[in-house]
């Protein structure tokens, strides 16, 4: 072709390209270089299957395909891309690099394949087409970029047909199977002018080489930058339990030293996480099933990432700069802005109940819990700016140890009458049950817990609880920003466990579960840690526990947050339900690791919600009465968490569903195996929880 001008070209594009690669390299570099490089086989095995096999595309269908079609098909052009690269520098219309080149056995199977993915990839731009300009979905950003793009991939398929075309009119070349596309381009063009034809056979080669560049040069500028770092980003996604916050190591010396706590600016933003920033698609499914942006509430994750990205961007070569705003009244440096406040509302940081919908649904696996609660951090441990609700959580667990603020001393009077032993009086057994604050402390949530300690005795189990000595495990302060209490409490449990035998520790929150089983080991507390839903599935498969008085009725689960997405048990709960004859078991439309949070994750059970057009307990109460045949008392909604049992049974009462019942699975449970209501706690006191 021309040698001179293909040389210039790529020179321009490619010193271009790597002076914004400089710039967003200066963006990953100015926080902590946190990447992880251990177990480089799962790494390497998750990035083939999530990132090069696009695992996770298909739960959107049709746009999940579409985008399939579309990204094996840039791979596929990949390849195009530099063997026309090559055929600017030779006089050959032909060449592949030899082993490529046209005729040649790998040469013919790839331009068949090619022309394959031309149309799959056509036909994937006309999907998206339809969902931006037709059928617009609310979830995808409606902006010209993402029209833009979908024109130059039309532009490259259209431009590689007309060059694969004029190429075989102007040599003569008989229409083949292997270049299917070029062969019926070239049918009209075999009666023009050879001149004709050359300039058809030009403009298509350098129409596609200049897209090409042109795109690789807007790339780094646009959502589709994701194409370059997603493949890292999952790569180094965190191999740990699913979504355990980080620690903040010796918080009090940080505090000392004038060190931030949690995240305050842009540079304080780790490696991981500005991979995260680089590799939003802006697809919105993490929007779609967030359950604060579902209720009208200014939180969207997409949105979240996007404006710290886009930021970012803004002042990324100023990262790293002298800094001018260390003291007095001297205003900071724009790139050295509080976030929270100036790029991010605190209602968008407060509106989170961290229940992981929009990690789960990330195809490329970018966290925002993380970031979240580290900008909730600042706020709580440096700013002391916080809903004012917590204020009371805070105050409990630094006075009695719990969140309710009852004197501990009482955290055993829901046992009363049931003859269990305290580990202080019995320091060795086979299960240790940690009862959690709300079945210590919540009427309701005492119920469960009976209930759960009943079918224990039922089935032989050598237990016994800590009582006054057990204290809140501290997630609700961590998830709401108050590391430091959270700390305090880990440590101070990890002592008291420490000084006891026990096999394992079985617990009926949730929340307990997972911090318990996984945010403990960094405080010397590395326990076995099962679940009652486990633990009682098990005890019914051993015939421990027999089921056999009917519970006739109609039960809908809802999946606990923190039970499903973050530990993944779904299916337990459902075993001990279906083992109960005369109950059956029907599923809402959003269900297991699609379910929507019951609104009291992520401290949200301790405070007024963000304002919104619903309430999400009011929402997802109305999708688990979806599949129920009526509301009459034969219907129940089951859970496996208190929290959840607190939102939902307010979400049945405040939409005035007052037959149908709320009872946790234990509860159904010892119904069938005793045929009778199990046995009513001792007097307490009631909890004035604060629920939405």
Same mark, same amino acid.
């Given at each position: ?10 020179? %321009?594009? =490619? ?6 690669? &400089?710039? @967003?390299?200066? $963006?990953?570099?100015? +926080?902590?270089?946190? /990447? ?90 006309? %999907?998206? =087409? ?6 617009? &979905?609310? @979830?995808?950003? $409606?902006?010209?970029? +993402?029209?833009?793009? /979908? ?542």
């Amino acid at each position: 072709m021309q040698p001179i001008a293909m040389l210039i070209l790529l020179v %321009v594009a =490619f010193v271009v390209f790597g002076f914004t690669l &400089l710039g @967003r390299w200066r $963006l990953m570099r100015a +926080g902590p270089w946190d /990447l992880q490089f251990d177990q480089p086989g799962e790494r390497t095995r998750r990035m083939f299957k999530f990132a090069i096999g696009q695992w996770r595309m298909p739960r959107h269908r049709l746009a999940g395909i579409a985008h399939i079609f579309i990204y094996a098909g840039a791979v596929i052009m990949l390849l195009r891309a530099l063997i026309l690269f090559g055929r600017g520098f030779v006089s050959d219309p032909h060449f592949g690099y030899w082993i490529f080149d046209t005729g040649t056995p790998l040469g013919s199977l790839y331009s068949l394949i090619k022309d394959i993915f031309v149309v799959l990839v056509v036909v994937g731009v006309l %999907v998206f =087409f339809y969902y931006r300009v037709i059928r617009y &979905l609310p @979830r995808l950003n $409606l902006n010209f970029e +993402g029209v833009l793009i /979908l024109m130059i991939l039309s532009g490259l398929m259209f431009s590689d047909v007309l060059y694969d075309g004029a190429t075989i009119a102007r040599y003569g070349e008989e229409a083949s199977v292997w270049e299917p596309l070029g062969s019926l381009a070239a049918i009209p063009m075999r009666a023009l002018p050879e001149r004709s034809i050359v300039t058809w056979q030009h403009l298509g080669f350098w129409m596609h080489v200049g897209l090409i560049l042109g795109f690789m040069n807007i790339l780094p500028y646009t959502k589709q930058f994701h194409e370059m770092t997603a493949f890292f980003n999952v790569y180094f996604q965190p191999l740990g339990p699913t979504g355990c916050l980080p620690n903040i190591e010796d918080i009090e010396g940080k505090a000392e030293h004038g060190e931030t706590l949690g995240i305050r600016r842009i540079d304080q933003f780790g490696a991981k996480a500005v991979l995260d920033f680089f590799s939003c698609t802006e697809c919105g499914r993490c929007q779609h099933q967030c359950p604060a942006d579902n209720t009208g509430k200014k939180l969207s994750p997409k949105n979240l990432t996007s404006d710290l990205r886009d930021f970012g961007y803004k002042h990324q070569w100023k990262l790293g700069a002298a800094t001018n705003g260390q003291g007095g009244d001297v205003e900071p440096a724009p790139h050295q802005a509080d976030l929270v406040g100036n790029v991010i509302d605190q209602e968008v940081i407060w509106a989170c109940t961290t229940c992981r919908a929009c990690e789960q649904e990330c195809p490329v696996f970018i966290s925002y819990v993380d970031k979240i609660v580290n900008l909730r951090r600042h706020l709580v441990m440096e700013r002391g700016e916080f809903p004012e609700q917590l204020q009371n959580v805070f105050k409990g667990l630094e006075t009695v140890g719990n969140v309710y603020s009852f004197a501990n001393e009482e955290r055993a009077d829901w046992a009363k009458g049931l003859d269990i032993p305290l580990m202080a009086d019995k320091p060795e057994v086979d299960y240790l049950y940690w009862v959690g604050c709300a079945p210590s402390f919540d009427d309701r949530s005492r119920k469960v817990a009976r209930a759960f300690a009943q079918l224990m005795q039922e089935a032989g189990v050598d237990f016994a609880i800590l009582g006054p000595e057990e204290t809140c495990t501290g997630d609700a302060a961590r998830r709401a920003g108050n590391e430091y209490l959270f700390q305090m409490y880990a440590q101070q449990n990890c002592e008291t466990l420490n000084r006891y035998q026990f096999k394992k520790i079985v617990t009926t929150c949730p929340h307990c579960y997972n911090t318990l089983k996984h945010e403990y080991r960094d405080f010397g507390g590395n326990y076995d840690v099962v679940h009652h839903a486990d633990f009682l599935a098990e005890l019914v498969r051993q015939g421990k526990l027999k089921p056999q008085h009917p519970v006739v009725g109609t039960v809908a689960y809802h999946d606990s947050c923190y039970l499903g997405r973050y530990n993944d048990i779904y299916e337990s709960p459902r075993e001990i339900l279906r083992a109960i004859p005369g109950l059956k078991l029907v599923e809402p439309t959003e269900t297991r690791d699609r379910g929507m949070c019951c609104g009291a994750g992520g401290a949200q059970m301790w405070k007024e919600e963000e304002p919104g057009d619903e309430k999400v307990n009011h929402r997802r109460t109305r999708q688990m009465l979806e599949p129920l045949p009526d509301t009459s008392s034969s219907c129940t909604v089951a859970t496996a968490c208190p929290f959840c049992m607190t939102m939902l049974s307010d979400g049945l009462k405040d939409l005035e569903f007052d037959n149908v019942q709320q009872l946790d699975v234990a509860e159904v449970l010892l119904k069938s195996v005793r045929g009778e209501e199990q046995a009513a706690p001792a007097e307490t006191s009631t909890a004035d929880v604060q629920a939405s």
